[in-house]
Nanobody, 115 residues
Framework: QVQLVESGGGLVQPGGSLRLSCAAS????????MGWYRQAPGKQRELVAT???????NYADSVKGRFTISRDNAKNTVYLQMNSLKPEDTGVYYC?????????WGQGTQVTVSS
């Protein structure tokens, strides 16, 4: 069973940047799509960005132009580069990988945008 482990979260001021990493215990080539989701306090989990194995990226309207999702197959890692961060980007960020048989989730990493 593949495990996903997120890292890179933390406290950052508005306008700052963070890069999240999601390291898989196995090959990410088994996932036809990987993505990042987030959950703010009192809100439902929402999609942030996805990236297919073919390289097609999709972003939530709220992060377009600020966030970039990428993958390094050799390192079995997916990244989320977050720039121009806003307080409303605060939440727990989760990595997800979908294979033909299962959907895998990481444990999440906290991102707090505050002055």
């Amino acid at each position: 069973q593949v495990q996903l482990v997120e890292s890179g979260g933390g406290l950052v001021q508005p306008g700052g940047s963070l890069r999240l990493s999601c390291a898989a215990s196995g090959s990410i080539n088994s996932f036809y799509v990987m993505g990042w989701y987030r959950q703010a306090p009192g809100k439902q989990r929402e999609l942030v960005a996805t990236l297919t194995s073919g390289g097609s990226a999709n972003y939530a309207d709220s992060v377009k132009g600020r966030f970039t999702i990428s993958r390094d197959n050799a390192k079995n890692t997916v990244y989320l580069q977050m720039n121009s961060l806003k307080p409303e980007d605060t939440g727990v960020y989760y990595c997800n990988g979908k294979s033909i048989s299962w959907s895998y989730w990481g444990q999440g990493t906290q991102v707090t945008v505050s002055s």
